[in-house]
Structure formats: C-alpha cells, structure tokens
C-alpha cells in the first residue's frame, strides 16, 4: 500500500443554516454533527478525519458566524472568536454560501480574512438541488464576483449539494489539486519567459508617466510560494503595478485561486541596467 501523504486541513466556515453541519457529516460519512433548519445549532467546534484517494484530512466544523452588529450573546462572541482563530491552523477555508441567500459582505470579510493569512478558500454555494436554474445561477454568480470582488482571482468557486452528495469528490480533487499547485516549484527559466512575456505585452502601468516594470523575480524557498520581485522604482512598488502582477502572473502560471506571497523590492538605483 503507499503511504499516505501529507494531511490536508480544512475548516468549514459560513454564515448559520449554510449546511456547514451538513457537508462536514457528508466527508466524514458520519453523522456527527447535529443538523437542523435551527439557525445557529452548532455551539462548538466538532473535528474529525478522513481519508480520499490515499489523502488523509482533517476537518473542523464551526458554528455559524454573524454579523459583530447582530450579536449580544457573549459564548456567541467567543465562538466566532475561535472560529476565525481556526483559520490560522488550516489550509483551506471551506466558506459555505446558501444559494438561496445573496452574498453579503459578511461573506466576503470572512473571505478576505482567509485571503489575508494566505490561505486556499472556496466559495462553496451550497443547496444547488433546489435551484430551478443552475446554469443560469452559475454564471449570474461568475459574473458578480468578477464585477463587484477586487479578490476575485485569489479565490476557488464550486456549486454543490452537500444535501443530496453532488460534486463533493469532484470539490475533493480539486482541493488536492489546488494543494499540490501551491507546493511546486516555477523554474527559473520559466520565470524568465514570463518576464519576456510581459514585456513583449508592452503593458506596464505607469506612474507619473514612467513604466514600472518588473526587473527580476526569484522564488523564495517557502512553504507558500513566495517570490521576491525586483522592480524599476526606488520607489515602493505603487498597487496599481502590484494588482497587474498579480494579476498577469496568475493568468501566465494558472494559479487562480492560490496563495502567493510577492515581496515587491525597490531599486536602490532604479537607472542602472
Ligand atoms: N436542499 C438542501 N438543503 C440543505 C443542503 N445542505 C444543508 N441543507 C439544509 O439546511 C439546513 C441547515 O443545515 P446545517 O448543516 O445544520 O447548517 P449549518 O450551516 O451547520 O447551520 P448552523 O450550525 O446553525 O450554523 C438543514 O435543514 C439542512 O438539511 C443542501 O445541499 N440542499
Ligand atoms: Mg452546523
């Protein structure tokens, strides 16, 4: 038998009544962790394992979080306190999204909150058995995010039913997917075409009507891939030119929805070479 690679950790996280309860039962294959229409029936952290394609997980199951502004319950603050605090000890952020309920920006505080401590998050829109029209939700959804989310590109989208088990595996292949992306190494050649690439693109945003332009990059040997780019600025790299990078680097490599850790360096003499 081969051995079991590295353990993968997840979290399921999400407003209540997403089915958080539901689909962490549905990994586990157990029915541990109550389920019900009551919002707000799960008061503790339940963790369990399992194991998918050799894979071992573990998986931790939280109560639902609300909004700071409609809570005056204290266990209720300490709670939520605990659940974000668990994201620093995973992975991957399951965030759980009832489709019959929009997105509000409580989703997305807790989304960048995952995305600020470097972690590989999907959107998980759950209940999808009850929709009329899945196609149409589906791009109504891409087409949102792309247009209202600035973080759109960091983040894993799925539609499942964790109800009804429908593209739960297909959700777990693309998890241990995304894992393994964020540990390979780019070649340096690679990173060199890249650098040719963008200036054969001619794009480079401009400040004060000068291009930044990215001079050299390095990946750094980092448990997230980390790279440090060089660039043409004595100046701290400005955001306009860090979202371009960020952005083209993620189209060029096919890492959308991966942790990337850039270290942006400025040029003592940005006019030598
Ligand atoms: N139709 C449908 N119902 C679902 C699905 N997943 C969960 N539900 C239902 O949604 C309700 C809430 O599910 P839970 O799993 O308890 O939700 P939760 O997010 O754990 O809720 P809290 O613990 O209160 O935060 C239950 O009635 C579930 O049966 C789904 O995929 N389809
Ligand atoms: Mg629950």
Known sequence: MSTVSNNINICIIGKPNSGKSTLFNCLIKKNISPVGEEYGLTKQLIRDQFIYNKQ???IVDTPGLRRKSKIND?????RNREAIKLIDEVDTVLLL???????TKQDFRLADLAINKKKIIFFLFNKQDILDDKNRFKSQIYKYLKNNYGQYRMVNIEFISAKRNQRITSLLKQLINKVKIKDTKIKKSKLNKFLNYLIKQDRFPKVKKIEIRPKYIVQLNEALPSFKVFINSKNRAPSIFTKYFDNTFRDYFNLEGIPINFKFISSKNPYLD
Not at 74 to 78: L, N, S, V
Not at 97 to 103: K, M, N, V, W
């Open 56 to 58: 071992s997980f573990t």
């Open 74 to 78: 204290i266990d209720e603050i300490q």
């Open 97 to 103: 999204i009832d489709s019959l309920e929009s997105l």
